[in-house]
Structures are given as C-alpha cells and as structure tokens.
C-alpha cells in the first residue's frame, strides 16, 4: 500500500507567531534584529552570539582567575625605617657652621684692628707735611689718607689745591670742607714760555753726536771656508746680515761641520731665501779632505743627540729605546733596523756617526 503523502501544513496565524517569538525568548529577538540590521543569515547570526559569548568570557577570566592579593600593612616597614634612621642619626657627626666648615682648607684671613684715630678741629695746615695718621685725624677714612701720601709722593709735594680736588677717591664735599684751611695756592702758576728766535738769533744747541759711518760691503770678495768662517766673514757677503749669520754658523757647531755647501739650504731660515743660498756658494767653500766631527751613537745621551739636526727629538727617543732593549750598535747599517729612519736621513747622517 503506498505511503501517504504528508499533509500539507496550515499557515501560521499572525497569533501563532507572536506566540512563537514569546516562547523562544529575548536571545531570538536579538537574533531576530541582528538578521535585520546586517542581513545575514541564522546560521551567521548564531555564530556571531556565540562569538561574542567568549569574547565576554575571555574578558572576565582574568577578573574570576586573579589570585586574591594581600593585605599590605605599613607597620613593619615604618619601624624598619625609624630604626635605620636612629642608627644614621647616632652616627652622624655635628657638622660645624658656615665660619668654620672650611676652616682647615681655607683658612680665613685675621686683619689686625685698625687703630682709632682721635679727631682733632680744623686748623690751617699745610698738605706737604701731613702724615697719614694727620689725614685721619681730620676725618678721611685709612684707605684715602695713605692714597694722599702716595699721591705727594708721586706729584714731588703740593703746589695747589687743584692738584689735591684731582685726588681719586677725594669727594667734592671732603674737599669743600678742607680747601680753606689749607694753605697754598687755588692754582699752579703758569708755565714758563718757550725761548723763541729774536732778531734772527736761536739759542744755541748741543753738537749732535756723531753716528757710525756705514761701511760699505766689498764688491769683490775673495772665497773662504764655511767651515772655519765666523760671523764677521758672511756678514761680508751681500744680503747677510747678523741674524743670518748666526743661524749659518749655529748649524754648522750643530751639526758638525758642513761636508758640501748645498747644506745651507737645510737651514730654515733660507728655505725661501734662494738668492742668499747662491750667494753663500759663490763666497764660500769647503775645504778637500774635510772630516766633520762624528757622533758616538752608543754613547752619547739623549740631550746629545736630539740637539743633532739629523735626529731632533722623536728620532733621539727612539734611538736610545731600541739602544736599552737590544743593546749597542754593532754596524752603522744596524741603524735601518729603526723604521721611523727613512733612507734618506740615513745617508745624510752615515758620515757624522761612528761605533765605539
């Protein structure tokens, strides 16, 4: 026998409905609003309450999981701190007043009392013969009397009273209080005029004295020895003059005698002065077969050698170091074991040394 078909349902009435809506409570109603608002569906909208179920739990699992704290009591924690206080206080040393905090480092200056000076009435006087204690006898302050001292001592004594009003430190109403008893004139007397010419006649002066005639440089000089010329021998050569001189003859003491003349132009002084370098060579010579005189290297103290142009002082240094850690040169070609000594000094500094 076929089965029967289902039967059809009646609608709902709008009573039913309502009925419905009532029974399923005010979770489908937000359902219900949800569905409205966003359109979505009511598998979406179950989704989004429960969702938002354990988005609210997570928020309050921290609230329901928190450990209850403590009680904190301060009592314990106050008589500490009173306890450390009193012990602070037990060893604190009694710190001494302002006057007396630096006296040990900075001792304060003891200024002997000045002595009072008992006053005396006004009475002419004469300014020349006060003493300073006179001047405070007549009311003016330590200070100011012994500037008035100073002050005749300097001018050679008082002629006027002008020449006191210029006192510094003199006031206006101090002076106007002193000037009529001071005995000497308002002001200096004029000065005595010069002696013009009368009549075509001057007064007669002194001869002038006579100065030194400048002697001229010889024209045709004859050549001479660098090494054996002193300072009157290049102040022969044109455009020497003594400060040139000296530096010539001061480096060639220092360095031991000059072996070629293109030396001179190691010389600071003539490093922009090319002519007189040329004028140095054209008068002067060294001598065939001279030896300057050589520097002990194993010997000689660092003053000595740091005072040899070659050298100067980084090189000195560094020659008496190596010296106390390796021992004494053996050979002079021990020297290029030094690396701050470039080819060039070396050979410029071969012939002024030697081994002993």
């Given at each position: 026998m076929p089965s029967a078909a289902p039967r059809p349902q009646p609608p709902a009435t709008p009573s039913a409905r309502r009925d419905r809506g009532r029974t399923a409570g005010p979770l489908a109603g937000l359902r219900r609003v949800v569905r409205r608002y966003f359109g979505f569906s009511r598998r979406e909208t179950s989704g989004l309450v429960v969702l938002l179920a354990l988005l609210g739990l997570l928020l309050a699992l921290p609230a329901l999981l928190r450990p209850a704290l403590p009680t904190y009591d301060?009592?314990?924690?106050?008589?500490?701190?009173?306890?450390?206080?009193?012990?602070?206080?037990?060893?604190?040393?009694?710190?001494?007043?302002?006057?007396?905090?630096?006296?040990?480092?900075?001792?304060?200056?003891?200024?002997?009392?000045?002595?009072?000076?008992?006053?005396?009435?006004?009475?002419?006087?004469?300014?020349?013969?006060?003493?300073?204690?006179?001047?405070?006898?007549?009311?003016?302050?330590?200070?100011?009397?012994?500037?008035?001292?100073?002050?005749?001592?300097?001018?050679?004594?008082?002629?006027?009273?002008?020449?006191?009003?210029?006192?510094?430190?003199?006031?206006?109403?101090?002076?106007?209080?002193?000037?009529?008893?001071?005995?000497?004139?308002?002001?200096?007397?004029?000065?005595?005029?010069?002696?013009?010419?009368?009549?075509?006649?001057?007064p007669e002066r002194p001869p002038f004295e006579s100065k030194p005639v400048f002697v001229p440089k010889p024209r045709n000089l004859a050549a001479f020895d660098l090494n054996g010329a002193d300072t009157t021998q290049l102040m022969q050569i044109r455009g020497i003059g003594r400060g040139y001189a000296r530096r010539v003859v001061e480096y060639g003491q220092r360095l031991g005698g000059f072996r070629q003349e293109d030396q001179l132009a190691e010389i600071f002084a003539f490093r922009d002065a090319p002519d007189l370098i040329d004028s140095l060579r054209k008068y002067t010579f060294v001598a065939p077969g001279f030896t300057p005189a050589r520097l002990d290297v194993n010997a000689s103290s660092f003053e000595v050698l740091q005072a040899h142009p070659y050298l100067g002082k980084r090189l000195a240094r560094v020659l008496v170091a190596y010296r106390q850690q390796h021992g004494p040169f053996q050979q002079p070609t021990d020297l290029r074991k030094i690396r701050i000594l470039d080819e060039a000094t070396f050979e410029k500094l071969l012939p002024y040394i030697e081994l002993k």
């Open positions: 301060p009592a314990p924690d106050q008589r500490r701190l009173n306890a450390w206080a009193a012990e602070l206080a037990a060893r604190r040393t009694v710190r001494p007043d302002f006057e007396n905090r630096y006296s040990s480092r900075y001792p304060r200056r003891r200024y002997a009392a000045r002595e009072r000076v008992p006053q005396v009435p006004l009475a002419p006087f004469d300014p020349n013969t006060f003493s300073a204690r006179d001047w405070q006898a007549r009311g003016l302050p330590a200070w100011l009397a012994e500037r008035l001292v100073k002050y005749r001592v300097a001018v050679g004594g008082f002629r006027a009273k002008e020449q006191l009003r210029k006192a510094y430190g003199l006031s206006d109403t101090t002076y106007a209080r002193l000037a009529p008893y001071i005995q000497l004139p308002e002001q200096l007397p004029p000065r005595e005029q010069r002696a013009f010419a009368k009549n075509g006649q001057f």
